[in-house]
């Protein structure tokens, strides 16, 4: 059965875990339950089956890290903090799953390189990725698509962009770059770990699909401006690259996706990607140069009848014909400034997630942002085929106002229903 809202209160406020003889970690049975129930929502809703209430994702960042009252820097710089910052955010709010458990800016791995790769305002309270071209021009993308993606990056990439010695300062600050990228993937893991064995709530997904296209826009080889140029004046060097860049980072998705035990219960998804690029994208730029590599991602899951999350920034609403073809019930989608319950209509063979606007959620009364949960479940929410999140990544201070975030969330908890 699905567990009573005073049931999943009750989860989220007792005590950390008791221990048995031998001083391992025992859930408790009330906590297993829960995560038994959010695995079963989200496993229904995206399969077309009408779960028993409206699952509930949270699109929260770094918002988190001043709700719980520390500033960017000592959250960014003291995993302590960070984590603190996460569970304060999970006792209080209660979301079923999250994007973020503190893991979006890690300043401590790319710092090793002494460069300014993400930009922190404090006074601002606001961090940024700073947009560069890491290769200068088709010349430097046609010599990465011969020489190969991770060789490149070491040997050429890394020297050249941020003003190291040779290969060997850059190999030694790789070096300490990794041992950096393991106390963060540390970190997240021991969060993850409380998360679901303190709180219940199982992690998003397993695994992550990075598009080379992405890799290329959002990862930084090419800025938004080149990026832009690139696909109307050197296509086939883009294409030659990104085939380049698939062929080496893949197999390693693959393995991962393949090795997936089936009745994980503290695993929602097996794979998610992110759609950054396609904001810069028209129709016919969108079918060469993504949706090949979207197909790809969805053909793979597919073939092992898996399924997966698909994030978007931005409107989708002129590429519709794209995701129409995308298998039914396998994808969840969130989405950004698109009309949810338009999306339902045009895609019935996915699963929506979002919708809920982040603007309403700052300014609007309480009243008036629960009137709005009302709504969606009306218009959006009819079939069983949604996902509540905010429309937009919560990051800035102003972006939510507390008592309001925390009015749709009982909401939903006590009426969240299809």
Same mark, same amino acid.
């Given at each position: 059965?699905?567990?009573?809202?005073?049931?999943?209160?009750?989860?989220?406020?007792?005590?950390?875990?008791?221990?048995?003889?031998?001083?391992?970690?025992?859930?408790?049975?009330?906590?297993?339950?829960?995560?038994?129930?959010?695995?079963?929502?989200?496993?229904?809703?995206?399969?077309?089956?009408?779960?028993?209430?409206?699952?509930? /994702?949270?699109?929260?960042?770094?918002?988190?890290?001043?709700?719980?009252?520390?500033?960017?820097?000592?959250?960014?710089?003291?995993?302590?903090?960070?984590?603190?910052?996460?569970?304060?955010?999970?006792?209080?709010?209660?979301?079923?799953?999250?994007?973020?458990?503190?893991?979006?800016?890690?300043?401590?791995?790319?710092?090793?390189?002494?460069?300014?790769?993400?930009?922190?305002?404090?006074?601002?309270?606001?961090?940024?990725?700073?947009?560069?071209?890491?290769?200068?021009?088709?010349?430097?993308?046609?010599?990465?698509?011969?020489?190969?993606?991770?060789?490149?990056?070491?040997?050429?990439?890394?020297?050249?962009?941020?003003?190291?010695?040779?290969?060997?300062?850059?190999?030694?600050? /790789?070096?300490?770059?990794?041992?950096?990228?393991?106390?963060?993937?540390?970190?997240?893991?021991?969060?993850?770990?409380?998360?679901?064995?303190?709180?219940?709530?199982?992690?998003?997904?397993?695994?992550?699909?990075?598009?080379?296209?992405?890799l290329v826009f959002s990862g930084g080889l090419r800025g938004i401006r080149s990026f832009s140029i690139d696909m109307r004046r050197n296509g086939a060097v883009l294409e030659e690259l990104m085939e380049r860049i698939r062929e080496e980072t893949e197999p390693s998705f693959i393995q991962k996706i393949s090795t997936f035990p089936a009745d994980s219960s503290r695993v929602l998804y097996p794979a998610r990607v992110t759609l950054l690029a396609h904001t810069v994208m028209n129709q016919k730029q969108f079918a060469r140069f993504c949706w090949p590599q979207l197909k790809r991602y969805a053909d793979l899951l597919e073939a092992r009848d898996l399924t997966g999350v698909i994030m978007t920034e931005g409107k989708i609403g002129h590429l519709t014909e794209f995701f129409q073809q995308l298998p039914k019930d396998r994808f969840i989608l969130l989405i950004e400034n698109d009309d949810p319950a338009e999306l339902r209509r045009q895609l019935p063979n996915l699963t929506i997630a979002g919708g809920y606007p982040r603007e309403l959620l700052a300014t609007g009364t309480k009243e008036a942002c629960v009137d709005k949960i009302k709504e969606l479940l009306d218009t959006v929410a009819y079939d069983g085929r949604w996902i509540y999140s905010q429309n937009k990544m919560v990051s800035f201070r102003n972006d939510v106002k507390a008592e309001n975030l925390l009015a749709v969330s009982e909401y939903l908890q006590l009426h969240g229903t299809y």
């Open positions: 059965r699905t567990l009573t809202f005073a049931e999943r209160i009750s989860v989220v406020h007792k005590r950390p875990d008791s221990q048995d003889r031998k001083g391992e970690t025992v859930m408790d049975e009330s906590v297993q339950a829960l995560l038994r129930d959010r695995k079963q929502l989200f496993a229904d809703v995206t399969r077309g089956i009408k779960p028993a209430r409206v699952p509930t /994702l949270s699109n929260v960042w770094s918002w988190k890290v001043f709700d719980a009252g520390y500033n960017l820097t000592q959250a960014l710089y003291d995993y302590d903090k960070m984590a603190d910052a996460v569970y304060q955010f999970q006792r209080k709010y209660n979301f079923d799953a999250n994007f973020d458990i503190g893991g979006r800016n890690p300043v401590q791995v790319l710092n090793q390189f002494e460069a300014e790769i993400y930009h922190l305002d404090e006074a601002g309270e606001s961090i940024s990725f700073v947009d560069r071209d890491m290769l200068s021009g088709p010349e430097d993308m046609q010599r990465m698509a011969e020489r190969g993606y991770f060789r490149s990056a070491i040997e050429d990439i890394l020297p050249a962009k941020y003003n190291l010695k040779d290969t060997d300062d850059a190999i030694d600050r /790789l070096v300490k770059a990794a041992k950096a990228y393991s106390d963060f993937m540390s970190f997240l893991s021991k969060v993850q770990t409380n998360l679901t064995e303190r709180f219940g709530v199982p992690s998003l997904a397993y695994a992550r699909y990075d598009l080379p296209m992405e």
